[in-house]
C-alpha cells in the first residue's frame, strides 16, 4: 500500500498529488511532461518532495510539513523496484552483475537471477555489457533487475515501451501474475491505452502535475470527469451543447440542432454541458436495415473526408451535415466533426471509402456527458 | 650495518663528496668497527636538518656561516669545532672560448656578456665572488652580467656549455671538470680565508667517534687526501 | 650501487602511493560529494603543495616530522624516528603528489551519471555501497590518472625529499638524489646512467599501466 | 531512395539485409534485438558494414567488397536525420542549442527552430538543459534536432515511443506531411502496430537480423509469408493442417477434425500448411440469426477461457471444442486455441463472459496460408 | 622587492599554462581518439618530465634552448636568445607540468559518451567540429583540472627553471626561487611572508577558478 500526499516544486513546474495505491496496479496516465516520473521518484525518495506525507505499507517514509521535514527514510531503506525511464543499467557491469545486484548478499541469488534472466527473453545475453544490448534488451535488464529484488512497491516508468508486442504481452502477463501472487502496489506509467487496460486495476489522469481524474479503468474510460480526462484517454469527439429536457433514462442535449440523447442524467435543464463519446462507439447505419432500436436515436449523417487505417482498425473522419441541410459550421479550424474507428471487415464490408455519405449513430448509452459522477 | 657496528652520521657540503667518499675508505679501514653514513647536500639545508633535530653526528660545512648559526644556538659539542680545509675562488672560462677573459678585471669588458656566480644569498661560493669583485672595484659594473646559479655545480654547468662566457667558482669545483679552462686565480686579501668548518654535533651517540673521525680529517692522512681534491691545508 | 637506489625510490614511490590513494581519494570523495563551509579552502589548501617549491615544502615538513618539530615530543615518547628514513621520503613525496590525486579523482567522481547512483540506491545501497559499486568503479580512469601521476611525481620528488629523509646513500638516497649527487659531483656518465635507468623504469612502469588499463581493466565496459 | 545490401556482423549477431526505400516511409519491424537499430546505424555511417553497398538517392555512400573497402562517406556527409532510440542529447546545450545544431549556420536558423518548437509544442522549454526535461519532453527535442536539418533520408528510431497518444498523432500527422512534401525516403522502427499502420507505406519484418518479409503493409499484415512474420504482426492463431482439395476460390484444410475454408490457393492437395488467423477476423456468430453466406464456412465452437479488457477491444480466448465432441488436445501447452479480439459494444451487445459457450466463424477470407504468394 | 617575484611568477605560471592548455590538450585528443603504433611510447614520453627531478630535466633543457644546444644554430641565426629570460623559464615550467595537463585531459577526452559525439556527427559535423561542440565542451571539467594542475605546477616550478632561466635578479627570479633564496638564508620571517603570499594569490586564483566553475560554466549543465 502507498499512501501519498505531497507538493514539490521543480522549476516552474508544481507537482501537487494526493494518491493511495492498494495492492494493486495503479496506471499513471498523462500527456508528457504531466509530472508522471516525479511522483514515482518523490515515492522511491530520489527527489524530496517540499512537504506532505508518504506512506509505504503502512511506514511512513516521508513526512514535512511547511518546510520542516519530520521523516525522510533513505532511498535504500525503501524497498522499492523502480525501472527508470531512461533504464539506468550500470554500463561497467554485465547483464547478470547488473541483475544480481540487487540481491547479491542473497543466499539464492542464482536462482533468482537466472529465473529473471529466463523470464525477460535474455538467455544468452549475461556476459554483455549494456551498450552491447539493444534497446529492447537494456528495457528488460532493467525490468529483471528491479523485479529480482522482491520490492514491496513497483514503480514502472514506461517499462515496456521499447518492446515488441510478442515480448511485452508476455512480461505483462508474468507481472501481473507477480503482482497477484505478491499484492505488491504498483505505479506504472504508460502511454499506451493497451497497456494501461491490461495492467491496470485503477486509473490516474494527471495532468500539469495534478490528478484530473482517479477510478477504475472502466470508469476512467467511459466516464471521463474532465475534457482533459476525457482527450487523454482517447475520447476524440468532445463536444459543447445544451440540456434540453430529460426522461427517465437521461438527458437529451441540443448540438448544433440536433437532439442527442445520452444516459447520463447528471445535468439539469438549460445547463450548457460538455459530452463526448469515443470513437469505437459511434456506429454506422447501413441503409439496407431497420436502425435497431437501442440505436434508433442520435442518428447523424455526414461525409467522410478523410481516413487512416491503423492495423485492426480504420479511423474515419466525418464531416456532418446540419440540421437544417448545410454542411458544417466554418468556425471550426478541423475539417471533420467526427472521429469514429471500425473494425477493419465492417469497413470493407459496408465499402466505405473517402467522400462517400453515411448515417452514424451516437449511440446513447456512450454518450457521456462530462462533469463529476451523479 | 651489523649490530656491533658504530655509526656515524657525517652530513657533508655536497662539493666535499668525493674527497669524502676516499676518507670513509681509509677511515673504515682504521676503524673495522665503524660504519660512516654520508648526507650530503647543501650546506644551508645541512643545517636546516640539525636545526630540526636530525640525527647527525658529525657536520662538515662549506661556508663557516652556517656552523655559526649552529654554534650560536649551542647545537654544536663545545670544543669540536676545527676548521679542516681551504679553498680559493678562481675564474673559469669555457675551454674551447676565444674571447673570455684573462683576468678578473677583463671582466668588464663589452664581448664578456655573462658571468656566472653562486647565488651570494645562498651560496658560499657566490659570497666571495661578491666579496672579489667588490674588492676589485668591479662589483657594481658587472651586475647586470650577473647569472646566479643556485648552487656552484650549476655555475659549472653554464660555462661548461658555454652559456656563459666565465664563471667565478671554487678552484676545486673548477678541477672537476674537463671543459672548463682556469682562467685566473682570485688575487690574495681579495676575500676573506675560505674555510670549510667541520664540528661534532650535541646529542650524538657516537661522539667519540665523531671526534676521532675528525680527527682523522685533520690528521696528515685526511689533509693529504683532501689536498689531492684540490683543497688547502685547514689551518695556514 | 644503482640498484639500490632504485629499489628504495620504487618501494618510496610504492609507500607514498599508497598512501595518496588512500587519503587523497577520501579527500576526493568528500569535496566531490559534500557540501560544507570552507570546502573551497580544503581544496586550495589541498593544491598548495604543488604551488610551492619541494624544497620549501620539504622545510616545513620538517617542522613537523623533525625531531625539534611539531611532533618532536610524541616521535621522541614513541621511539619512532621519521627523519632521514625512507618513511620521511615517502611523506614528503606523499604530501606533493596529494593535489594530483586529489584534483584528478574529484573531477572523475563529480562526473559519474547521477541517475546510475540513484538506481543503486533503489536497489538497496547505502551510500557507501554506492561509493564503491558504482561511482568509484565508473570513475577509475580518472582515478588511475591521478594514480599515475601520484606515482609518478613520487618517483621523481627531490626537493622534499632531500630536505626531510636527508641525501643517505643506501638509506635515503632515491634515484633523483643519487642523479643529483652525480650532477654535482661532475660525474656526468653515472648521472646519464642513472636518468636512462630511471626512464627505462618509469616506461616499463607507466607502458604496463597503460597496457592493463587498455587491455584488461576498461576491456569492455565503457 | 535508399539503396542497402549490406552485412555486418556485431559479436555474434549476424545483420544480413537487403533494402530498397523509395520516397516512402518504409517500417522496420520486429522484435527486440533484431537488428533494426542496427541497419539505421548502417546507413547513418556510424557503424560500418563488412561488406555490400549502400547508396543514397543515387550517391553510392557505401561500397566495400570482401574486406576490401572502396567507399564510405563520412555520416557528416550523408546528410540524413537520425533520431536515436536513447535521444542522445547534448546535455551541455539548451533545448534551443540543440535543435539549432544542425542549422546554426543557416541564414533562416532562427525560424526554422521556432517553427519545429511549435511543431513539437516545446515552447517554454528552450532555455531548460536535458536534465531538466521529461522523458517525452526529451524526445521531441531529439526529433526536432533531426528534422530540422533538412535531410534527405530520415532514420527514427522509435521516435513516439515515450509520448503520449495525442501529442504523438498530431506529430505523426506532421511527419506525414513533412515526408509527403519533401518525399524524405524514411526508416522507420516502431514496435507499435497502430504506428507502423498509421505512417508506414511498407513495411519490413526484420527477425535475426534478416528480412523476414517486406511488402505493403495490408500484404504483410493480411498475408505473412512466413510464421516469424505472421507472429510479428500480431497473427495470434497460427495452426498447422492439412489441404484436403479445392475448389475455384482457394482451398479446404483438414485441421482437429474441422474443415476449414480459405481463400489462399497457394498450396497443393494433401501438402502440410501452416495458416492463420487474425484475432480481429474471428466473428461470434449470433444464436437469433441465421450466418450471413460469408460467414457461414469455418465455423467452431468453443468455450471462453479467458478475457483481456484492452481498453477499447477486448481480447477473447476460446477453447474449441474438438468435432468429436471432446474438448481440446492435451498436447497443446496453452489453455486456450483461439484469441479474438472483439469491440467493446459487442462484446457487451452478446452479454459474453468467462464460461460462455459460443460459435465463431474464422471468416474464409482472412483464413491465410502461411507461404510464399501465389 | 616582493611584487617582481609575484609578477614575474604570474607571468611565467600564465604563458606556460597557456602553452600547456594548447600542447596538451592537442596530445591528449591526439592519444584519446587515435590509434596509431607506437601511441603507448608517445604516452610514457610525454609522462616521463615528471618522474624525473626538475633540475635533471632542466639540465637536459639546457641542451636543447641553450646557446651552444641542439636549437643553438636556428637561435643564433634569428637572434633569438632563450636562455636566461623568462621565456625558459615558461619553457621549462610547460616542458614539467605537461604531463599533468595531457593525462588530466585525456581521461576526461576518453569519458565522454560516444552516442553524444555520433549524434552531432549525424547533424552535419566534421570531426574538427565534433571536438569543438561536444567532446571537448563535455570534457571541460578534466581540462579545467589539468589547466589548474599544469597552472599550479608552474606557478610552483623552480628546478628546471633555475638551469635555464638562471637566477637574474628583477628578470627572471620567480617566488619560489624568492621562497628558496629566502629559506636557504635562514630568513624565516621573509620566507613565511613569501609562501603567504603565494598562498593568498595561489588561493584567489583557485577559488576563482572553482567559482567560476560551480557558478557560471557549469551552472546548469552536467
Ligand atoms: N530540473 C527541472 N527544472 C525545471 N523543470 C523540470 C525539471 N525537471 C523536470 N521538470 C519539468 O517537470 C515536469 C514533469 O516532469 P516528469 O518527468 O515528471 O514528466 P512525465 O510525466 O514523466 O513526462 P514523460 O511522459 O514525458 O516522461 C516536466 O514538464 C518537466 O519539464
Ligand atoms: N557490441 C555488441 N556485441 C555483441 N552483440 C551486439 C552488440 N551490439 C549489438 N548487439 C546485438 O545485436 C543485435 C541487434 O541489435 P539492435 O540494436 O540492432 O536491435 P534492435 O532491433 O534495434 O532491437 P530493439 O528493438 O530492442 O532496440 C542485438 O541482439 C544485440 O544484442
Ligand atoms: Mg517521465
Ligand atoms: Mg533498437
Known amino acids: 500500500m502507498i499512501d501519498l500526499t505531497i507538493k514539490k516544486k521543480v522549476g516552474d513546474f508544481c507537482l501537487d498529488v494526493d494518491l493511495q495505491v492498494e495492492n494493486e496496479i495503479l496506471v499513471l496516465f498523462g500527456p508528457s511532461g504531466a509530472g508522471k516520473s516525479t511522483i514515482l521518484q518523490c515515492v522511491a525518495g530520489l527527489l524530496t518532495p517540499d512537504e506532505g506525507l508518504i506512506a509505504i505499507d503502512g511506514e511512513k517514509v516521508f513526512a514535512a510539513t511547511a518546510g520542516r521535514m519530520e521523516r525522510n527514510v533513505p532511498v535504500h531503506r525503501r524497498r522499492i523496484g523502480y525501472v527508470f525511464q531512461n533504464y539506468a543499467l550500470f554500463p561497467h557491469l554485465t547483464v547478470w552483475q547488473n541483475i544480481v545486484y540487487g540481491v547479491r548478499r542473497h543466499p539464492q541469488r542464482r536462482e533468482m537471477v537466472e529465473d529473471m534472466i529466463i523470464r525477460m527473453r535474455l538467455g544468452g545475453l549475461e556476459k554483455r555489457y549494456s551498450h552491447q544490448l539493444s534497446g529492447g534488451q537494456q528495457q528488460r535488464v532493467a525490468l529483471a533487475r528491479a523485479l529480482v529484488i522482491q520490492p514491496r512497491v513497483l514503480l514502472l516508468d514506461e517499462p515496456f515501451s521499447a518492446l515488441d508486442t510478442m515480448v511485452r504481452e508476455k512480461l505483462q502477463q508474468d507481472l501481473l501474475h507477480m503482482q497477484g501472487q505478491l499484492g505488491l502496489s504498483t505505479l506504472y506509467v504508460t502511454h499506451d491505452v493497451k497497456d494501461a487496460f491490461t495492467l491496470g486495476d485503477r486509473l490516474a489522469i494527471i495532468n500539469k502535475g495534478k490528478i484530473e481524474q482517479i477510478g477504475s479503468k472502466e470508469d476512467v474510460f467511459d466516464h471521463p470527469t474532465s475534457i482533459a480526462a476525457a482527450r487523454f484517454t482517447g475520447t476524440r469527439n468532445i463536444f459543447r451543447g445544451e440540456v434540453m429536457g430529460r426522461d427517465e433514462n437521461g438527458v437529451v442535449i441540443l448540438w448544433r440542432g440536433f437532439k442527442l440523447w445520452s444516459s447520463c442524467a447528471a445535468a439539469g435543464t438549460g445547463s450548457k454541458v460538455e459530452f463526448c463519446i469515443r470513437p469505437e462507439e459511434i456506429m454506422i447505419m447501413r441503409d439496407d436495415r431497420p436502425p435497431k432500436e437501442e440505436l434508433a436515436q442520435n442518428l447523424l449523417s455526414g461525409k467522410i473526408v478523410r481516413q487512416i487505417a491503423k492495423g485492426p482498425s480504420i479511423s474515419l473522419f466525418l464531416k456532418i451535415e446540419e440540421s437544417d441541410g448545410t454542411s458544417g459550421e466554418a468556425k471550426l479550424a478541423r475539417d471533420y466533426d467526427l472521429e469514429m474507428a471500425l473494425p477493419r471487415h465492417v469497413y470493407r464490408k459496408l465499402d466505405l471509402r473517402v467522400g462517400k455519405r453515411v448515417t452514424v449513430s451516437l449511440k446513447r448509452s456512450a454518450l457521456h456527458v462530462i462533469g463529476p459522477l451523479a | 650495518g651489523s649490530s656491533g657496528e658504530q655509526q656515524l652520521v657525517v652530513s ?138 643556485e648552487n656552484v655545480r650549476q655555475a659549472l654547468a653554464y660555462v661548461e656549455k658555454a652559456e656563459v662566457d666565465s664563471g667565478i667558482v671554487y678552484y676545486t669545483d673548477a678541477l672537476i671538470s674537463r671543459s672548463v679552462v682556469i682562467a685566473a686565480s682570485a688575487p690574495p686579501g681579495s676575500h676573506r680565508p675560505i674555510v670549510y668548518p667541520i664540528a661534532v654535533i650535541r646529542g650524538s651517540k657516537e661522539e667519540e667517534l665523531a671526534r676521532r673521525f675528525i680527527s682523522f680529517i685533520l690528521s696528515q692522512k685526511g689533509q693529504g687526501i683532501l689536498q689531492k681534491y684540490g683543497f688547502l691545508p685547514g689551518s695556514s | 650501487m644503482i640498484l639500490q637506489p632504485l629499489y628504495l625510490s620504487l618501494k618510496v614511490a610504492t609507500a607514498s602511493t599508497l598512501a595518496v590513494f588512500v587519503v587523497g581519494l577520501i579527500l576526493a570523495i568528500v569535496l566531490a560529494k559534500k557540501h560544507f563551509p570552507g570546502k573551497n579552502v580544503v581544496e586550495t589548501l589541498v593544491t598548495l603543495p604543488l604551488v610551492l617549491p619541494p624544497t620549501v615544502v620539504g622545510y616545513y615538513l620538517l617542522f613537523v616530522v623533525g625531531g625539534h618539530g611539531l611532533l618532536g615530543p610524541l616521535l621522541a615518547a614513541t621511539q619512532i624516528q621519521i627523519i632521514f628514513t625512507w618513511v620521511a621520503a615517502a611523506i614528503a613525496s606523499a604530501v606533493v603528489s596529494l593535489p594530483l590525486m586529489v584534483r584528478t579523482s574529484k573531477v572523475a567522481i563529480e562526473s559519474v551519471d547521477p541517475s546510475l547512483e540513484k538506481a543503486a540506491r533503489t536497489l538497496g545501497s547505502p551510500e557507501w555501497r554506492v561509493l564503491l559499486d558504482v561511482t568509484l568503479p565508473l570513475s577509475r580512469r580518472g582515478i588511475l590518472a591521478g594514480v599515475v601521476l601520484a606515482f609518478a611525481r613520487g618517483l621523481g620528488e627531490f626537493g622534499a625529499t632531500l630536505m626531510v629523509a636527508g641525501n643517505i646513500p643506501g638509506r635515503t638516497q632515491t634515484m633523483p638524489l643519487a642523479i643529483y649527487s652525480a650532477v654535482q659531483t661532475n660525474k656526468m656518465g653515472e648521472a646519464n646512467l642513472l636518468v636512462l635507468i630511471m626512464t627505462v623504469v618509469s616506461f616499463i612502469v607507466l607502458w604496463m599501466v597503460n597496457r592493463w588499463q587498455r587491455e584488461w581493466w576498461f576491456r569492455k565496459a565503457i
Chains 1, 4 share one sequence.
Do not use: C, H
Request: glycine letters at 6%; a negative charge.
Open chain 2, 12 to 149: 657533508a657540503a655536497i662539493s666535499l663528496s668525493n674527497a669524502f667518499e676516499e676518507i670513509k675508505a681509509e677511515f673504515e679501514k682504521n676503524n673495522p668497527d665503524s660504519n660512516i653514513i654520508y648526507n650530503f647536500a647543501a650546506s644551508g639545508v645541512l643545517q636546516a636538518q640539525i636545526e630540526q633535530g636530525a640525527p647527525v653526528d658529525v657536520f662538515a660545512s662549506a661556508s663557516e656561516k652556517q656552523m655559526d648559526v649552529l654554534e650560536e644556538r649551542g647545537l654544536l659539542v663545545a670544543g669540536s669545532r676545527a676548521d679542516f680545509a681551504q679553498n680559493e675562488v678562481v675564474l673559469i672560462v669555457p675551454g674551447n672560448s676565444v674571447r673570455s677573459p684573462a683576468n678578473f678585471q677583463e671582466l668588464v669588458k663589452p664581448e664578456v656578456i655573462r658571468i656566472a656566480v653562486g647565488n651570494p644569498e645562498i651560496v658560499p661560493a657566490g659570497q666571495y665572488a661578491r666579496e672579489v669583485l667588490t674588492n676589485l672595484g668591479l662589483w657594481d659594473k658587472v651586475q647586470e652580467k650577473l647569472v646566479m646559479a
